[in-house]
């Protein structure tokens, strides 16, 4: 705690002289968390952590997440540095999406749109008609489909079986998943809801078909966070990281939050998800990278210039 409370401090400082803001997502620790709300930063989900990172005056964003988030701020924030207190936190729906075999899926069906999830490298983004986040994605789809567009999806399959099941949308899927996500389990959800009949069901449409099939609120994590506050149930089962309670638990206090079960491989927490890329952010990767510019996000500049045109087109579509 005292150790804590050292390196909070000496952020603070580092945080004002570099005239800088931290940005971060809410599966990270929940230290990072109240950090980022108390320096007037942002905590929220991707599309909302994009927006504020573009639009703050700070010269210096630092992203508490995982990379793809970080490239993201740099593509739409070029004049900016952009820090990570770590650039090894992966995303396995981006390692599950290599740009070349993703680019030949597209170019082997060159009548669809292609429309990406945010969780891409910026060479798939580059590949792109659209980039959707999780809050957003219906809503584009919808657009899309009524414009009688086909499309191309990538990378997360239960995402895009979602939107295809909401829209009716003609929709190539590529395989991939979210390590986390896909490991909900619908038959034990089941059984769960048996034991708390009252308890509300939030799902990130990331989890298999069967787990969102069983969800009250299916959504975003800040759309999940708003339906914990706001739906009149005591308590809640909630499949996604569990990081996100530390909000909930926050905004909707006295309420009751538990973990969605999962296949259960953490000795610690049976039931709980954690995404292991997320959970690398800490309080001394972000003094290290303030410190010395380390954790530093770069791109070249014409894939972020291409990469951008997409990100903006669903930027301009939710303004
Ligand atoms: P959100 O955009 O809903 O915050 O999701 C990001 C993510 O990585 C979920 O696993
Ligand atoms: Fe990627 Fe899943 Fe982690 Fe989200 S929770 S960052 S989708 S691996």
């Not at 709300?37 to 005056?57: I, K, Q, W, Y």
């Not at 979602?162 to 590529?174: F, P, R």
């Not at 787990?211 to 009149?232: M, N």
Request: with cysteine; proline share 4%.
């Amino acid at each position: 705690k005292n150790q804590e409370q050292q390196y909070i401090q000496e952020i603070r400082q580092l945080m004002q002289s570099r005239n800088a803001v931290l940005v971060a997502h809410y599966y990270v620790d929940p230290v990072l968390q109240d950090l980022a709300l108390e320096t007037n930063g942002c905590v929220g989900d991707s599309l909302e952590m994009a927006r504020f990172g573009r639009d703050h005056e700070a010269s210096t964003l630092i992203v508490a997440g995982v990379r793809f988030m970080g490239e993201t701020a740099k593509m739409l924030s070029p004049g900016k540095k952009v820090l990570m207190p770590t650039l090894e936190a992966e995303c396995s729906l981006d390692l599950g999406c290599p740009a070349d075999q993703f680019s030949a899926f597209c170019d082997a069906h060159p009548d669809r749109t292609v429309v990406v999830y945010a969780n891409t490298s910026a060479e798939v983004k580059a590949r792109a008609d659209w980039v959707v986040t999780s809050s957003i994605a219906l809503e584009i789809v919808t657009y899309l489909h009524e414009k009688g567009e086909k499309i191309i999806w990538g990378p997360d399959r239960h995402l895009g079986q979602y939107i295809q099941n909401n829209t009716g949308a003609d929709m190539l899927l590529w395989q991939g998943s979210c390590l986390v996500h896909n490991e909900f389990k619908a038959a034990e959800l089941a059984s769960l809801k048996k034991q708390y009949p009252d308890a509300k069901v939030l799902v990130h449409p990331e989890s298999p078909a069967g787990v969102a099939a069983l969800a009250d609120v299916t959504g975003s994590t800040s759309k999940l966070i708003q339906a914990a506050i706001e739906l009149p149930a005591q308590t809640f089962i909630v499949a996604t990281d569990a990081g996100i309670m530390h909000e909930m638990q926050k905004r909707a206090p006295g309420k009751t939050f538990i973990s969605a079960p999962t296949s259960g491989n953490s000795a610690t927490c049976k039931s709980c998800a954690f995404c292991p890329w997320m959970a690398m952010n800490g309080l001394a990767g972000i003094k290290q990278c303030l410190l010395d510019g380390s954790g530093e996000v770069t791109l070249d500049k014409t894939l972020a210039e291409r990469a951008r045109l997409p990100l903006d087109r669903m930027l301009q579509f939710a303004e």
